[in-house]
């Protein structure tokens, strides 16, 4: 196959098959007619009601909060902890221990304990929960990366007299942050999921509530909606990631590729 | 004496902070329980939990428990393997079918199992098959998307020599490319290892299916708050280590990797 | 040009040693030499030397196990102010997520310039260095001698009296590099400054230096310090066609040539004992 034929086809199967397998889907539900899996048609129009915008207040945003504040905290103590334990080797053999057993944990081993410590199952059960199990992939991608820094920024910037704080400020954490960024991505996914176990688990709101409800009143067409949603989100919240990364490392790009030459 | 190899203090350092890092935290944990500052309904004093995580350890139900979370894990991390590891080896070495098939992977590794709970109990119900199933779906994804990056990560250098001696396709893929991605399959493992176990764990915590999880909500349902401690901490412990294993193995094989190997040399 | 004669740097029975016990190496033993003020001093040594530890403990980067390094008479302890060092490999020491103007300002940030003098600085050490046009453009969309005269230009809007230099040019190709040559004497001139330059290039050495120190090898000691009486300024074509020159660079090379043969032959010598030692 030349050259342009071959990129034809490709462009070309790059569309046809996913319209394909949702095609495929559509009709087997139809023929099957089980009312477990509905149309693929009568799920996008009950996702459309659902979630434009009906339910969107209800639900979609008390999600949303949770999955931006646990992030949010997440990323401001993974790198707030993380560059001291990157920069200090007696901080990380204190911490390792502690790190290694927390990222081992199968996180839905804690909810009863989240919510039994924190008395509670609202916003800040949820909060926590999502924020305390988002933190170690930031925390060990930012030790990774300042630990991976190459000291020789470091050396011309101590020559030069630049004091402590303001090396970690301009040269660590710029340095750091490709790394960084890597670990926010896979906190990112972290969340989501994190929100839908502790929702479903205890939880007067929110999408992954809704997940529960629907199934609890044999609602099946809401609760595909839900599942259709809770990818979606999963994938915007990804894709916008993807799109602050490009801006705040366009450096990066520029610079690798220049090394590669 | 002392200045024997690397000094005993810097090699014994790294296991005395973590014993003595382990230690605090206990002693932490059993002083703020007691101080009560916060209630011990709520918080179980250390040594409570950990006398009860041993009384545990004494009963077969416990060990029942343990062995059923231990099978979901196991056969929802080979099921993912067998299924990956080929689909993987496929869908890398072909570019046109890594190309075709980019959209939908892309779409459907981002839902989290955790979101078709309700989908397993109206379906497959309340049973071990539901559990695999859900470990398996979790598993599958890191799986297969570390194959694909492993096959296509081959050094083009191996391949380009392997091809100017006239080595086949096939054989190029099983001497050249498979090995080149055997150290991302391993980290593939390690992490799909952990998804397994948090799925099938989710599992029997939602669904009742027979495990750990389910006898922590029964516990929690009872309010025998101990008792879930205690079988987080034996959770936990799961979990580290099959952490430990997986990630021994994928040192072993980052190791092995002929990259790694030239540069040892 | 002529120096003022007023003594700047003086290294002092310098000694560094990694290590201890049984796995202990002593990377310089003992150097000792001076430095006077708006003098160029290269040092060269055959490799392996220990010449970057050597800048690097004179820079106030690291600590020296024995001696001292003297700035106007005061110990050296760390990187003093009026010291700037420029290192040979720039792209790690030019940051990449920074423009040129921001690298440049670096090290002026800490000093207490107001916002227009320290952009006036910025922009003079550019223009010495020929890279106006380019000042907000990322260091790696440049060729290596401009990432290089960059990192020359932060040196020099920093307003050191004494300029540290590991192997600058080592990076880059031959006709770049006489380019750089020329513009660093330019420099020690427009600027009167004092350059303490090492380099592993003999014809660099002897070109560019009012005196050359060379090393010998590891563990390193001073093996000659050798004046260099040609004129200035110094032309490519010119002063390399001068019989002085010839002799010089002859002499130099001469020099670090029985220095490799003899650790060569050290090497040797180990390695017969230890074979000798082997058999039974």
């Not at chain 1, 176990?197 to 044999?218: A, C, P, Q």
């Not at chain 2, 991390?77 to 993987?88: F, K, M, Q, Y």
Request: hydrophobic share 50%; charged share 15%.
């Amino acid at each position: 196959m030349s050259g342009r034929t071959y990129r034809s086809a490709a462009i070309a199967a790059e569309i046809a098959v996913p319209l394909a397998i949702l095609a495929a889907w559509q009709v087997w539900t139809v023929n099957a007619n089980d009312p477990l899996f509905p149309r693929l048609s009568t799920i996008l129009v009950q996702f459309r009601e659902m979630w434009l915008f009906s339910q969107f207040e209800l639900h979609v945003v008390p999600s949303l909060t949770r999955i931006g504040a646990g992030f949010a905290v997440a990323v401001v103590l993974g790198i707030l902890l993380g560059v001291p334990l990157g920069l200090s080797r007696w901080g990380r053999l204190l911490a390792m221990p502690h790190v290694e057993w927390w990222r081992a944990m199968p996180p839905p081993a804690l909810l009863p304990i989240s919510v039994a410590l924190l008395h509670s199952i609202g916003n800040r059960q949820k909060i926590s929960f999502i924020a305390f199990f988002c933190l170690f992939p930031i925390l060990l991608n930012t030790i990774d990366g300042v630990r991976g820094i190459d000291p020789t920024f470091i050396e011309t910037a101590r020559s030069y007299g630049v004091r402590r704080l303001e090396r970690i400020g301009r040269i660590v954490l710029p340095a750091a942050l490709p790394q960084i960024f890597a670990g926010m991505r896979t906190s990112l996914s972290l969340a989501v999921i994190m929100m839908v176990l502790t929702e479903y688990f205890s939880s007067t709101s929110g999408v992954g509530y809704v997940l529960l409800i629907s199934k609890n009143t044999f609602q099946l067409a809401p609760m595909w909606a839900a599942i259709v949603l809770i990818g979606v989100l999963g994938y915007v919240l990804n894709l916008l990631l993807i799109l602050l990364e490009r801006r705040v490392l366009s450096w990066h790009r520029g610079w690798r590729a220049a090394e590669a030459q | 004496m002392s200045a024997a190899g690397g000094g005993i203090v810097t090699r014994l350092a790294p296991s005395v902070a973590a014993a003595v890092s382990i230690a605090a935290f206990l002693v932490l944990w059993q002083a703020v329980s007691k101080a009560g500052l916060i209630s011990d309904q709520d918080l179980p004093a250390m040594t409570t939990t950990f006398r009860e995580l041993w009384s545990m350890m004494h009963t077969h139900q416990f060990w029942a428990a343990f062995a059923r979370t231990v099978r979901g894990w196991a056969f929802g991390l080979g099921l993912a393997t067998v299924l990956a590891v080929p689909l993987g080896i496929l869908l890398g070495s072909s570019e046109f079918a890594g190309r075709a098939f980019r959209v939908p992977i892309e779409f459907l590794r981002p839902i989290p199992s955790a979101a078709l709970i309700p989908l397993l109990f109206l379906t497959l119900g309340t049973t071990l098959k539901s559990e695999i199933f859900l470990a398996t779906f979790g598993a599958f994804w890191p799986l297969l998307v570390q194959t694909i990056y492993g096959v296509r990560d081959v050094d083009p250098i191996a391949i380009d020599t392997a091809r100017s001696f006239g080595v086949g396709r096939l054989e190029r893929l099983y001497r050249v490319k498979l090995p080149s991605a055997v150290p991302y399959i391993a980290t593939g493992l390690r992490i799909s290892s952990a998804v397994a176990l948090i799925l099938a764990f989710t599992a029997e915590l939602f669904m009742g299916i027979p495990g750990l999880g389910q006898t922590m909500n029964v516990a929690e349902s009872f309010g025998l708050t101990a008792q879930v401690y205690a079988l987080a901490l034996a959770t936990g412990f799961l979990g580290l280590g099959i952490y430990v294993v997986f990630s021994a193995l994928e040192r072993r094989a980052l190791r092995w990797h002929p990259s790694q190997r030239l540069a040892g040399a | 040009m002529s120096t003022s004669g007023e003594r700047l740097l003086e290294i002092r029975k310098l000694a560094k040693t990694y290590g201890s016990g049984a796995k202990v190496t002593h990377a310089i033993a003992d150097v000792s030499f001076t430095v006077d003020d708006r003098e160029f001093v290269c040092v060269v040594g055959p490799s392996g030397c220990g010449k970057t530890t050597l800048l690097k403990c004179v820079g106030g980067l690291l600590r020296p196990t024995r001696g001292d390094v003297l700035l106007r008479g005061r110990r050296v302890t760390a990187p003093p102010e009026e010291m700037a060092l420029v290192f040979q490999e720039y792209g790690r020491s030019l940051m990449p997520w920074s423009s040129v103007r921001n690298n440049v300002v670096l090290p002026l940030r800490h000093k207490n310039l107001g916002r227009k003098q320290r952009n006036a600085l910025v922009e003079e050490a550019l223009d010495a260095v020929g890279l106006t046009p380019f000042i907000d453009h990322y260091p790696w969309q440049l060729s290596g001698g401009m990432q290089q005269r960059v990192a020359i230009a932060r040196a020099l809007a920093y307003q050191p009296s004494i300029l540290l230099m590991d192997e600058p040019f080592a990076s880059v190709d031959a006709q770049t590099r006489g380019d750089l040559e020329d513009l660093i004497l330019r420099v020690r001139e427009e600027f009167a400054i004092t350059i303490l330059f090492v380099t592993h290039d003999i014809d660099e050495s002897v070109y560019l230096s009012d005196r050359v120190v060379v090393l010998t090898h590891g563990p390193t000691e001073v093996k000659a310090i050798i004046n260099v009486d040609l004129p200035f300024p110094r032309d490519q074509i010119a002063t390399k066609e001068l019989p002085e020159f010839a002799h010089l660079r002859g002499h130099v090379y001469g020099l670090i040539k029985r220095e490799q043969v003899e650790s060569g032959e050290e090497l040797a010598a180990t390695l017969t004992t230890a074979t000798k030692g082997d058999r039974p």
